[in-house]
């Protein structure tokens, strides 16, 4: 089947203690993309990566990284979580950066207290 | 700075009915603009599309409409369905890469 999986489904942490949310896909699509999505504000992209070893900052990149190793794997980490960062968090692939429909993970909700 | 307005947070219908969410943009240069839906404890999945050379697209119960003077766009549903409630956002894109989304509005089809 083809999909978009992101770990953990559910997150609770504290300030400053480092995560990562994991994102794969298995449909060999070139294009990933994170967004969180935050009431009255929709989703806002924040890294978005067009190959393997190529990202690039999206809307809101402030307190996060990403990396593409792997043309399959997308991960989002938080170096130093704080507060503002509680959000629902979403993985998206598309077959390429040419195209515009994107298939979504099941999203990631975290909270930082 | 949001460049894709949804103005209406909610919307109620019969079954039966037509449903139409509406969506605005503020940016020229967007040409490509989407409808997702969602639903509870799931990701947004694609329902529709439209490039900015079109005014309307579509797709069995769904239509899509673009205005582009009036840099406004709408999802029409026909009829609508108990299984459509859910939440329905617009998208706007261009230049490939930089993709807007819209707030959201719950749409709610009642039996």
């Known amino acids: 089947e083809a999909q978009v999986t992101q770990n953990p489904r559910y997150l609770i942490t504290v300030t400053g203690k480092k995560l990562t949310v994991t994102c794969s896909q298995n449909m060999n699509h070139e294009y990933m993309s994170w967004y969180r999505q935050d009431p009255g504000l929709g989703l806002r992209q924040i890294y978005y990566s067009m190959n393997v070893e190529v990202t690039d900052k999206g809307d809101v990149p402030e307190g996060y990284k990403v990396s593409r190793k792997e043309k399959r794997n997308f991960p989002l980490i938080l170096e130093s979580p704080s507060p503002n960062q509680t959000s629902l968090y979403f993985c998206?692939?598309?077959?390429?950066?040419?195209?515009?429909?994107?298939?979504f993970g099941p999203g990631t909700r975290l909270t930082v207290t | 700075d949001q460049q894709v307005k949804q103005n209406s947070p909610s919307l109620s219908v019969q079954e039966g009915r037509i449903s139409i969410l509406n969506c605005d943009y503020t940016n020229s240069m967007f040409d490509y603009f989407l409808w997702y839906k969602k639903y509870p404890a799931e990701g947004p999945t694609f329902l529709i599309s439209i490039s900015s050379i079109k005014d309307k697209n579509e797709d069995g119960r769904f239509t899509v409409f673009l205005n582009k003077s009036a840099k406004h766009l709408s999802l029409h549903i026909v009829p609508s369905q108990p299984g459509d409630s859910a939440v329905y956002f617009c998208a706007a894109g261009y230049n490939n890469n930089d993709m807007r989304f819209g707030a959201g509005t719950r749409l709610t089809v009642k039996p």
């Open positions: 998206a692939s598309s077959l390429s950066g040419r195209t515009y429909e994107q298939y």
